[in-house]
């Protein structure tokens, strides 16, 4: 499996529970000693671009 480790969120944990509340499982790396960040899995080819999408949704600002 390929992961992709995406860090230097204001606030990785925010980010984590703004795509949970879209059915996105990503994972902290807190205890990685990078507290502001997130790992995902490389998906499926339809998974990946609503992924970002929605990363880019909390990013712009119509997340928390």
Avoid: H, W
């Avoid at 480790?5 to 499982?25: E, P, Q, T």
């Amino acid at each position: 499996d390929g992961f992709l480790v995406l860090k230097d969120f204001l606030s990785a944990a925010d980010c984590d529970a703004f795509l949970l509340d879209r059915g996105i499982i990503l994972r902290g790396m807190g205890a990685y000693g990078l507290p502001n960040a997130l790992r995902m899995t490389i998906g499926s080819q339809t998974a990946n671009p609503e992924t970002i999408t929605a990363i880019a949704d909390f990013l712009g600002g119509t997340g928390p």
